[in-house]
């Protein structure tokens, strides 16, 4: 491939146009009951399988600028705009986008969606927003240095990183049926993952013609060691189960890690 990112970003972007289009687990909007709840205050968002507590993400939001960050979907942001957020979207596919404005339009909310790769918010000014966030989406992106520092110069000062991520280890073991139906986990593959160079050539192509998305698993250093690199103060972090386990390491632990980070006063810059 000649610019592998650009490649990669295009094709993750129209296989999460068809996830959408398909109504995958992430691309079912939220019922109009549940908008209506949120207007009258009982509402609740998840970044992995728990709902998120109040000391994350408190229930007053009047007036609280929220991006949901690569959040796309129809599901997150309807709710946080009904419960009084400003919200803006911004994702990079636009059917998941078009999720969001579907419920929008359906319950007369306001919010604002954007299509772009999650690593460049340069449509957004420094300091625009009081919370960002990012659920389960940056596997999509090659690296995350740029990432994090992003979501540092586009929130206010004291403002909220909320974001959730795999556990890398999930990426070590083959996937392969056979050994896991016998309780064997084998491991296969190092650290950092990526489709695109741990795969053998033709299993990479192979991929790319399904139209699956690419992956890439990083470290716990590029996860969280790169948001304090930012200048992130890591205030929150919990393991969780993933909604619906496909496996076999998901029988021994929880393979999802979610993090809370502030913006404080000062801090590295881009």
Not at 12 to 22: E, L
Not at 63 to 85: E, M, T
Not at 104 to 112: G, H, I
């Amino acid at each position: 491939m000649s610019n592998p990112k650009t490649d990669v970003i295009r094709h993750n972007s129209q296989a999460w146009d068809k996830f959408a289009k398909a109504e995958c687990d992430w691309s079912k909007p939220v019922s109009q009951e549940i908008i209506s709840n949120a207007k009258q205050g009982s509402w609740s968002v998840h970044i992995t399988k728990t709902a998120l507590t109040e000391d994350w993400l408190p229930k007053n939001l009047q007036g609280k600028r929220v991006l949901c960050l690569a959040s796309a979907g129809g599901q997150q942001a309807p709710v946080l705009a009904a419960a009084g957020a400003i919200v803006t979207v911004y994702d990079i596919s636009q059917e998941q986008l078009n999720k969001d404005r579907f419920v929008a339009d359906r319950d007369n909310l306001e919010l604002v969606t954007k299509q772009g790769d999650m690593r460049d918010l340069s449509v957004f000014e420094s300091e625009s927003f009081d919370y960002i966030i990012s659920p389960i989406s940056n596997l999509y992106i090659p690296e995350l240095k740029r990432l994090w520092h992003e979501c540092y110069r586009v929130l206010k000062t004291n403002g909220v990183l909320l974001a959730s991520f795999y556990n890398p280890i999930l990426f070590v073991f083959e996937r392969n049926k056979e050994l896991e139906e016998q309780g064997i986990l084998k491991p296969k593959y190092t650290l950092p993952y990526s489709d695109a160079t741990s795969l053998q050539a033709h299993e990479y192509q192979a991929k790319l013609a399904s139209g699956d998305a690419i992956v890439f698993g990083h470290t716990l250093t590029e996860q969280i060691g790169e948001q304090i690199n930012a200048g992130f103060s890591i205030t929150g972090f919990y393991e969780d189960e993933h909604p619906t386990p496909r496996f076999l390491i998901e029988n021994y632990m929880s393979t999802m890690i979610a993090t809370k980070a502030i913006k404080r006063a000062t801090g590295n810059t881009w």
